[in-house]
């Protein structure tokens, strides 16, 4: 006879809710039935805006070669990789440009070399030292382990060294390892702006995964990342409830706790029954006013506060006389990082493609209109407008709360809430991205499978570099 039937239910529909229904159903098979709550529209931050009937990405816009999950996710889903259409880019420091990049690049890292010595090479080493070991995860979770905590997910990729990397700055630990204070304020700070929209005294770890982004190479999805998620739910057959989830309330029955999901939609107001839940909004008081009733002890409330930002999808005509040159014919770049200048107003700006690159394609001439992402923390004034573009047809704003204020003192949030309630967006605060994202939802899944059948070998375990290579 047929297993019994598990209902499970997803609280969001961005990346993270659709790659955990995703990987639950690859772990559970056909007994998991899922529903996926989403008020706002599935992909979350994935989002596109539209300009003269193209679409263009207005968030989560690159993915690192390295990220495995959402190679494989784009391989499942039968999706493309998008053209790559080369830019260079420069670092502004709102007087001038500290670093430009060249066509050729040999020329590049002799400019990085002549101005920042070793410091270049250090950074790189450093990076992929952390990356090496980050790496290891996609070997356990192959192996089916999982971990109960960001903690023991953290020291089973790196020890004491990785824990260390979430309570001191990305700016201490590389001049630790003798990157200059020079090459620090003006290439670190400006990628750490562009990514995350803070300083350099964000933590080494959160900091060492958005410099891993800026080197080497990285990709898009063609037609819009956002892709990802509404295939993962197709192929899941989820049942999408386009419904906003107001609190969880516990119940037993026969000893198993049983969990109520208390909805509103467009019909009102309503709940449903479930064994496992997981939660991929990020539970947080300026976030959602989520309640959870009849649990003992109480969930706690969730410490940290987020970082607004806000991206302007500009279509206008640069104006290149701001950044020194005159004529914007001779304009070379595609994107402008910036260092921490009091007096700049914006984080970072590329002339963006659309979703959609046709082999005809080519990035508009510095010259002509164009459209243009700027990213900054407060939403953009006239006068600010004025500065940046000579003119404009249509400016497209969109306000966030992306990113946790990564303040290094605080503790990192849980994974497990209760017996089967989960919590994945907690690993923003280890470092945000979408392989970050899809690691965490692999890892629910994994230890929500492990925990409902007592396979309790499969978690938290130590020393599982040994344990892997004796399996294998």
Same mark, same amino acid.
């Given at each position: ?46 989002? &596109? ?187 899941? /057959? ?52 989520? &309640? ?36 914007? /014919? ?67 704003? &969109? ?74």
């Amino acid at each position: 006879r047929p297993p019994p039937s598990l209902p499970a239910a997803v609280v969001g529909a961005g990346l993270g809710g659709s790659a955990v229904a995703y990987f639950l159903q690859q772990h559970f098979g056909p007994q998991v039935q899922l529903d996926v709550y989403e008020p706002a529209g599935v992909g979350g931050r994935l989002a &596109t805006v539209t300009v003269n009937k193209q679409q263009y990405e207005s968030r989560g816009a690159s993915i690192h070669a390295l990220s495995l999950h959402m190679q494989d996710f784009v391989k499942v889903l039968g999706l493309k990789h998008r053209r790559e259409v080369a830019g260079k880019s420069a670092i502004f420091s709102g007087e001038h440009f500290v670093l430009e990049e060249t066509d050729w690049y040999l020329l590049n890292l002799f400019r990085l070399w002549w101005h920042y010595g070793i410091s270049f090479l250090r950074l790189q080493m450093w990076v992929e030292e952390v990356m090496e070991k980050f790496m290891r995860i996609y070997k356990y979770q192959a192996h089916g382990y999982a971990f109960s905590s960001l903690e023991e997910l953290l020291r089973s990729l790196g020890g004491d060294a990785f824990i260390n990397m979430t309570q001191r700055s990305v700016a201490e630990s590389l001049l630790e390892v003798g990157v200059t204070q020079r090459f620090v304020d003006d290439v670190i700070a400006a990628v750490l702006r562009s990514s995350y929209g803070q300083s350099v005294l964000v933590p080494a770890f959160a900091g060492a995964m958005s410099l891993a982004g800026a080197q080497g190479s990285t990709w898009a999805v063609e037609g819009g990342n956002k892709l990802v998620c509404s295939g993962l739910l197709k192929l899941t /057959k989820a049942n999408v409830i386009p419904a906003r989830v107001l609190g969880v309330s516990l119940h037993s029955s026969e000893g198993r706790a049983l969990y109520q999901v208390h909805y509103e939609g467009s019909e009102g107001q309503g709940s449903a029954f479930y064994d496992m839940v997981v939660v991929t909004t990020p539970l947080h008081p300026s976030r959602s006013n989520f &309640t959870f009733e009849n649990f003992d002890p109480p969930i706690a409330d969730f410490p940290g506060a987020f970082q607004p930002s806000v991206t302007s999808v500009v279509h206008g005509y640069l104006n290149s006389s701001y950044f020194g040159f005159p004529d914007p /014919k001779l304009f070379p770049f595609a994107s402008i990082l910036t260092t921490d200048t009091p007096d700049l107003f914006f984080h970072a700006m590329d002339n963006i493609c659309p979703v959609n690159i046709s082999t005809a394609f080519r990035r508009k001439q510095p010259q002509e209109a164009a459209v243009w992402r700027v990213l900054s923390q407060q939403p953009l004034d006239k006068q600010q407008l004025k500065t940046l573009f000579r003119s404009y047809y249509s400016v497209q704003v &969109t306000e966030w709360q992306t990113y946790p204020r990564y303040d290094a003192a605080k503790s990192l949030p849980p994974i497990v809430l209760h017996e089967n309630l989960f919590y994945l967006s907690g690993v923003e605060w280890l470092a945000s991205s979408m392989e970050m994202i899809a690691v965490a939802a692999k890892n629910v899944a994994l230890l929500a499978y492990n925990r409902w059948h007592q396979d309790l070998e499969k978690i938290d375990q130590k020393d599982l570099m040994h344990k892997v290579k004796t399996e294998l």
